[in-house]
Nanobody
């Protein structure tokens, strides 16, 4: 099973930056698309950005130009650089990974990291 751990969340003021990390460990078979999601209180979980094995990226409209997703396959780590944070970005941020083992194709989720943006 692929185990994902997020880190880097915290409390910041509007306009500041944070960089989230998501590190994969465990049975490291083929890891395909990885993604960041977020869930604010009382709202559904929503896709923030995803990145393919060749680093092709896509972003939700609400983060375009402010957030950058990247990955280091050698370190089994994905990142989310978040700049110019807004109060509306406050949420628990989760990473997930589409991976394959000898048993089949699976999706793994991390436990989440809290990002709070307030004045």
């Amino acid at each position: 099973q692929l185990h994902l751990v997020e880190s880097g969340g915290g409390l910041v003021q509007p306009g500041e930056s944070l960089k989230l990390s998501c590190t994969a460990s465990g049975s490291l078979f083929a890891v395909y698309t990885m993604a960041w999601y977020r869930q604010a209180p009382g709202k559904q979980r929503e896709l923030v950005a995803h990145i393919s094995t060749t680093s092709t990226t896509e972003y939700a409209d609400f983060v375009k130009g402010r957030f950058t997703i990247s990955r280091d396959n050698a370190k089994n780590t994905m990142y989310l650089q978040m700049n110019n944070l807004e109060v509306e970005d406050t949420a628990v941020y989760y990473c997930n990974a589409d991976y394959e083992t000898g048993m089949g194709r699976f999706l793994s989720w991390g436990q989440g990291t809290q990002v709070t943006v307030e004045s």
